[in-house]
Structures are given as C-alpha cells and as structure tokens.
C-alpha cells in the first residue's frame, strides 16, 4: 500500500506530540522538557552569529571589559521578554508569524513584513558566509572551499525531512558557540573587574562617539532582530507545541537566552587583550584578523577555539535564517511549511532556502568586498529594521480573539513598548549622527 505523502507532515509531528503526552501523563519533567526545547535555544545561539561575534569581538577590543558586559546581558532580557511572546503566539494560534500577519492586518503589511525579512535575512545570510570563510581562512583554507562545504552542510541538512531530527542536530552544532568560553579563560580575563562592569555598569573609555553609538546599535542587532520572530514562531509551530506547552517553551528560550550571553560576555572577554594592548582593529578585514591578533595573547590553541567559534556561528545561523525565510516565504504564499515535508510537497519551502543560501555564498566570493565593515553593518540594519516588526508582534500578541487568556499582560506590554521605545530612540540618535557628525566630535 503507498504511503499517504499528503499526510506525512501531520503524522511525523503526532508521534512527535504522542511522546510529549506520554512524559506529560508519567510525569516525566526532565523528559518532558528535552521532548519540548529546540526553538528558543536555536534562535538564540542562532543569533550569536558570524557578525554578532564579531560585533563582540569589536567591542572588546575597542572598550575592553567595562560598560559593554551589563549591557550584552540587557539586551538578551530583551531578547527573552521579545521571544516570549512569539512562543505564546504560535501556541495559541498555530500559525507561522508570516501567516498571521497577513491574516490579521491584510496584504500590505504583510508585504511590508515580508520585505522587511527578506532585506535582513539575505544581508545576514552573507555574513554567516563570511564568518564561515573568516573561521577557515585562519586555518588556511581557500575561501572557494570554505563557502562550498558550508552551502552543502546548510543545503544537505534539508534533506533530513524531519524537524525534529534537524533541530537535534543543530542543537548539537550550536553548543559549540561555547568554544568562546575557552578561549576567553586563555585569555586570563579579571574577575573582578567582570564583577565590577555588571555591577557599576563599568567605565566607558573615550565617551560618547559615533563609533559608541554604531557598537550600541551593532550589540542590539545581535541579539534582537527580525528574523527570530518568523523562526521561532514558526518552528513552535512545526514542533507542534501548544497551550498545555508554554512554560516549557518559555524555559527553553531563557535557557538559549543565558547560553547565548555567556558566549557573547566570553568573546567580549576573549577580545579584550588588544583593548589593553592599543590594537586598532578598524583595519581589519574579517574575524580571522581577530583570532590572528589574538595568538600573542592567548596562544594558538585560544585563537585556534576562537576560529572555530567563528566557523559554528556562522554555519548555525545560516541553518537557521535560511529556514526562516522558507516559513516565512512558503507562509506568505500559502503554501505548505514544514520541515517534516517530503520534496514534492514542500519544493517552494526547500527552493527559498536553497536559494538563498546560494545567493549569499557567491556575494561572499566577491573579490575585494569590504567584509568587516558590512559585518558590522548588517547587525545595524538589523536594529533599524527591528522596530515595525515588533510593533506587529505587540498588535498581533495583544489581539484578544486570536490569543484569548494568553495575550500580553500589563507588564508585558511594558516591557514591549519600552523595548521599541528604546530601539526607535538609539536609531534616531544613529541617523542624527550619521547626519551630522560633527555633533560629537
């Protein structure tokens, strides 16, 4: 008898959901919560990617350890307080992010969201190339052969057609974000003076700058960005979590949200050896400059671990963006999405991931492209473009008829507002800036 392949999707996620009732009904926690986590910790150390690690790397060697730790550590509560509600969201409503917004506020701006994501996945997508040919080129590995390897382990993880056996390996991939951990103890940072940046909010060495006030914006964009709203909610959806789930789902995301800024204080920690040392890293051309630096100061084995962080970073995070454009894509034009689905069924879900996955690796493969400069810039982009996106996502978790008990409370509502309060307000000091700089010289 042949296999019903229409139907694929929706029994691979029912075993999926019949072993989360049986450790709900044994009272199994621990086996309950493994069953469950995945979205939030892979968005969140999906996230800690190739320009987020440099844009960390940046601020230690600029500010060395100082104001720049307590201030990672706000922005990944922020990131918490914003992933949170898109748990509930796709709980509640079983629908990807792109889906709902077309659904809830029409066709434009369900355009608009779209092109919102699009514009920031695709420039993401080509520093998660970068990072991946930065981490091998300090080994000595040609660019052409890094960036090959790295679109046929993001393009070959696809064809695992099953979500939940390509979330396990990923996860596994992305605890190697850790290797920034070893390679700031080799780096002998200050405890004390660790202790003392989060409690005093540390010194901030030089003032307020233009290049402050670009690292501000750099540190946001790499930890909050739009692409992280349309992943995980559509990946709480292809898991096939529900209401009964949400505390699981919320434990997950604190769990990839505390992972997530240990790796980033450590590559804060790690590059903070040329702050000490007056190395001016504006010259350099991609993370490799930064392990290579650092070899004086931590050893080949520390700046070995920090290009092989680079290397993961990278490789996760283009998993990850690539997956939430084909949900938000396959989503926009009400096609099927899923990561359980067989080629025939989801060819335009696999096709948008694919694609772009290629687009960006041959961007990367450009001759003479300024590299770190447009690290940097993308996560900027990435905090500008942040701000409409989660005023649709307050509007969408505040609408009573889709979320019911689980809408927004006061104090989340609070904590929403004043987190798109406060990105608006940093975007609108960068423009100013931009506009006339001589206003801090």
């Known amino acids: 008898m042949p296999r019903d392949e229409p139907l694929r999707e929706d029994l691979l ?7 989360v009732r049986t450790a709900r009904t044994k ?3 621990l086996q309950l919560l493994w069953l469950l986590v995945g979205p939030g910790i892979l968005v969140m150390l999906g996230e800690n990617d190739g320009p987020s690690m440099v844009s960390y790397a940046t601020t230690g060697a600029t500010y060395g350890i100082g104001f720049f730790v307590p201030f990672i550590l706000l922005t990944f509560a922020m990131a918490f307080v914003v992933q949170e509600m898109t ?26 969201a779209m092109a919102d994501l699009v514009v920031g996945n695709l420039l993401t997508l080509v520093t998660e190339f970068i990072a991946i040919e930065a ?4 080994f000595g590995i040609p660019p052409v052969a890094s960036v090959a390897v790295g679109v046929l382990l993001v393009t070959g993880a696809l ?10 390996v990923l996860m596994g991939l992305a605890v190697f974000n850790l290797l920034f951990v070893p390679a700031a103890i080799l780096a002998r940072p200050s405890g004390a003076a660790l202790v003392h940046a989060i409690v005093t909010w540390g010194p901030l060495p030089g003032g307020i700058t233009a290049g402050f006030i670009t690292l501000i914006l750099a540190n946001i964009g790499a930890t909050v960005t739009p692409w992280m709203l349309f992943f995980q909610q559509s990946a709480v959806v292809d898991k096939g979590l529900t209401s009964a789930d949400i505390a699981e789902g919320r434990a997950d995301t604190a769990v990839g949200a505390l992972v997530a800024a240990v790796a980033a204080i450590a590559t804060v920690a790690a590059a903070a050896p040329l702050h000490a040392a007056h190395v001016d890293v504006s010259h350099f051309l991609s993370g490799a400059d930064f392990a290579t630096a650092l070899r004086p100061f931590i050893g080949g084995a520390g700046a070995s671990l920090f290009a092989l962080g680079m290397i993961e970073a990278g490789l996760v995070a283009a998993m990850t963006i690539s997956a939430s454009s084909s949900y938000a ?4 034009l009400a096609r099927r999405h899923s990561l359980n689905l067989d080629f025939v069924q989801g060819r335009l879900f696999y ?5 772009s996955t290629l687009f960006a690796a041959a961007i990367v493969l450009i001759p003479g492209a300024p590299l770190l400069a447009m690290t940097l810039a993308v996560n900027v982009i990435a905090t500008l473009l942040m701000a409409p996106a989660l005023v649709l996502l307050l509007l969408l978790v505040n609408d009573r008829e889709i979320m019911g008990t689980l809408a927004n409370t006061r104090g989340a509502n609070v904590a929403g507002i004043a987190i798109v309060a406060g990105i608006a307000l940093v975007g609108a000091v960068f423009g100013v800036v931009t506009v006339f700089p001589g206003l801090l010289a």
Do not use: C, K, N, S
């Open 13 to 19: 996620r029912a075993r999926d959901r019949r072993r």
């Open 27 to 29: 009272r199994h926690r």
């Open 87 to 112: 748990v509930r969201l796709g709980a509640a409503t079983h629908r990807g992010h792109a889906e709902l917004i077309f659904q809830r506020f029409g066709p434009f701006w369900g355009w608009f």
């Open 159 to 168: 064809t695992l057609r099953r979500y939940a056996t390509w979330e396990r």
């Open 329 to 332: 894509m396959a989503e926009t």
């Open 351 to 355: 096709a948008a991931a694919i694609v």
């Open 135 to 138: 981490g091998a080129l300090y």
